[in-house]
Structures are given as structure tokens and as C-alpha cells.
């Protein structure tokens, strides 16, 4: 005797659901890529770090930075004075 065959053993069921899955996930990867693709950049702004140092012993005498160049109180400056050279 012949027995009925379930819908889910149906080649035609099993195509569809294997077509259904296939194009989901070519959707999901479209999306995750064009996600990606179209960030916007950061936005950096120009800064400035300027640092000049001694010829003879090679430390740092004045050190400017400015964060960002579009505010005028935002710069930290310092000088370092009276640099010896310690002999052990």
C-alpha cells in the first residue's frame, strides 16, 4: 500500500524554502554592504602639535598643541627652563 507522501518531502516545498533562504541571505549581505559602502567619513578638523626640543641634550624645550584649528582658546602651550644634564 501506498503511503501519502507529507508536504514536507515535497520537492517543490524543499525548492522554495532552498530559494527562500538563498535570497534572504543575498538580502542581508546587499544591506550589511551598502551599510559599509555608505558611511559618512569622520569629520576631522586640521590641528596643529609643534614641538621643539634642545640640539644638545634632545629634550623637548616648548611643546604647542591645538586641537582644533576652528576655536582660538582651545591651544595648550609650555616651555620647559633651566634644563641641566644630571651625571650619575
Given at each position: 500500500m501506498l503511503r501519502p507522501h507529507p508536504v514536507s518531502d515535497s520537492i517543490v516545498f524543499?525548492?522554495?524554502f532552498f530559494v527562500l533562504r538563498?535570497?534572504?541571505a543575498w538580502l542581508l549581505a546587499v544591506f550589511l554592504v551598502a551599510g559599509v559602502?555608505?558611511?559618512e567619513p569622520a569629520n576631522w578638523t586640521p590641528f596643529k602639535?609643534?614641538?621643539q626640543y634642545d640640539p644638545q641634550l634632545s629634550f623637548p624645550v616648548h611643546a604647542e598643541v591645538d586641537p582644533s584649528s576652528s576655536a582660538s582658546d582651545d591651544d595648550v602651550a609650555?616651555?620647559?627652563t633651566d634644563l641641566k644634564f644630571v651625571k650619575k
Open positions: 524543499k525548492s522554495f538563498i535570497s534572504i559602502w555608505y558611511v602639535f609643534d614641538v609650555f616651555d620647559v
